[in-house]
T-cell receptor
């Protein structure tokens, strides 16, 4: 059974640019969430999508956005990159229906902003 | 109120010993408490999780103890092995399985098991 696939694994961008990260959830999983992981702030919730609808959003500026497609694949976009956006971005998927299961995380995309 | 406080920040345990990591929360709306294990270069992996109607859950060498009145929960790793050396995160979620599945993570505990 394939896990959660995130692409690319590593990315280097220049301040002011924008970036799009991709996540393919486990087959049959309809809930996809994104998290930012940094040494200083730890793991922080960005947003959750379920059946192409954003259900919840964390405390991040509007530069962070996402979407989910009909096949449950998800993308997140960060515009006008800042140095502080350098982080590991993690995608996690969950079946989204009973019985409840935990989130399965991908290995993440390491974004470096220079 | 949305925070989950985790301690200790780091932990060194001898092989065969018991590793204990503690977490505390304030928000009584939290109803799902998972523990994740993360190795360098990998995403967090779910170890074990508990709902507040149960005081203890055991899976292999991993046990969660949950104290609802104290709003605390802990992870015990019995017979700790060098392969358990990783960062451990507790987390909590309100209304899990409902309208949202947001996880609020603790700050992490770096566990080193010495051979």
């Amino acid at each position: 059974k394939a896990g959660v696939t995130q692409t690319p694994r590593y990315l280097i961008k220049t301040r002011g640019q924008q970036v799009t990260l991709s996540c393919s959830p486990i087959s049959g999983h309809r809930s996809v969430s994104w998290y930012q992981q940094t040494p200083g702030q730890g793991l922080q919730f960005l947003f959750e999508y379920f059946s192409e609808t954003q259900r919840n959003k964390g405390n991040f500026p509007g530069r962070f956005s996402g979407r989910q497609f009909s096949n449950s694949r998800s993308e997140m976009n960060v515009s006008t990159l800042e140095l502080g956006d350098s982080a590991l971005y993690l995608c996690a998927s969950m079946r989204g229906g009973p019985p409840l299961s935990g989130y399965t995380f991908g290995s993440g995309t390491r974004l470096t902003v220079v | 109120q949305q925070q989950v406080k985790q301690s200790p920040q780091s932990l060194i345990v001898q092989k065969g010993g018991i590793s204990i990591i503690n977490c505390a929360y304030e928000n009584t709306a939290f109803d799902y408490f998972p523990w994740y294990q993360q190795f360098p270069g990998k995403g967090p992996a779910l170890l074990i999780a508990i709902r507040p109607d149960v005081s203890e859950k055991k899976e292999g060498r991993f046990t969660i103890s949950f104290n609802k009145s104290a709003k605390q929960f802990s992870l015990h790793i019995m017979d700790s092995q060098p392969g358990d050396s990783a960062t451990y995160f507790c987390a909590a979620s309100p209304n899990y399985g409902g309208a949202t599945n947001k996880l609020i993570f603790g700050t992490g505990t770096l566990l080193a098991v010495q051979p």
